[in-house]
Antibody, heavy 117, light 107 residues
Framework: QVQLVQSGAEVKKPGSSVKVSCEAS????????ISWVRQAPGQGLEWMGG????????NYAQKFQGRVTITTDESTSTAYMELNSLRSEDTAVYYC??????????WGQGTLVTVSS | DIQMTQSPSSLSASVGDRVTITCRAS??????LNWYQQKPGKAPKLLIY???SLQSGVPSRFSGSGSGTHFTLTISSLQPEDFATYYC?????????FGPGTKVDIK
């Protein structure tokens, strides 16, 4: 059973960057796409982008194009999401999720990113 | 982008009730519709994929149906652990989009 473990909570200043990690264990990392989904406080779920580790090419939601970078390190079975030019509206819980076929079957525990001056 | 809507946005129900949540897509997504359950402070959990397939380990009281633009999630007999927020999600095209959620709470 695949388990996704994310890095801890972050507090960032507006204009700075944050990089969240997602380490996979117990399964085959490279074969499945990893996506990042965020959830602002009290709000719904928003897909940010995803990557297939063996291909290494990420695709992003238009909303985040130019501001987000998703990468993987196959040697450590870890995916990363870096978000730049942070603003208060980026305060959210960020989840990584494994895409199996056409659905997210495994999720990380979430990482709270707080953007505040 | 494909827009997803859900109704109702919230509902109150009792243990043992039959509950139905509706999800609509702004265009046909064939059967590429998934349902997730989320409890406060927790990650979403997959319940149903490709409209009607039950994820392993999910109780059989959960079922899904629909195709095209109209989908439903049914809980045949609501249990105490089912009080949560439910989200539909289309995976027909990128960006994958979620419905706004339906909160199920105790009457």
């Amino acid at each position: 059973q695949v388990q996704l473990v994310q890095s801890g909570a972050e507090v960032k200043k507006p204009g700075s960057s944050v990089k969240v990690s997602c380490e996979a264990s117990g399964g085959t990392f490279s074969s499945y796409a990893i996506s990042w989904v965020r959830q602002a406080p009290g709000q719904g779920l928003e897909w940010m982008g995803g990557i297939i580790p063996i291909f290494g090419t990420a695709n992003y939601a238009q909303k985040f194009q130019g501001r987000v970078t998703i990468t993987t390190d196959e040697s450590t079975s870890t995916a990363y999401m870096e978000l730049n030019s942070l603003r208060s509206e980026d305060t959210a819980v960020y989840y990584c999720a494994r895409l199996k076929g056409s659905y997210f079957d495994n999720w990380g525990q979430g990482t709270l990113v707080t953007v505040s001056s | 982008d494909i827009q997803m809507t859900q109704s109702p946005s919230s509902l109150s129900a009792s243990v043992g009730d039959r509950v139905t949540i509706t999800c609509r897509a702004s265009q046909s997504i064939t059967r590429y519709l998934n349902w997730y359950q989320q409890k406060p402070g927790k990650a979403p959990k997959l319940l149903i994929y490709v409209a009607s397939s039950l994820q392993s380990g999910v109780p059989s009281r959960f079922s899904g149906s629909g195709s095209g633009t109209h989908f439903t999630l049914t809980i045949s007999s609501l249990q105490p652990e089912d009080f949560a927020t439910y989200y539909c999600q289309q995976s027909y095209s990128t960006p994958q989009t979620f419905g706004p959620g339906t909160k199920v709470d105790i009457k």
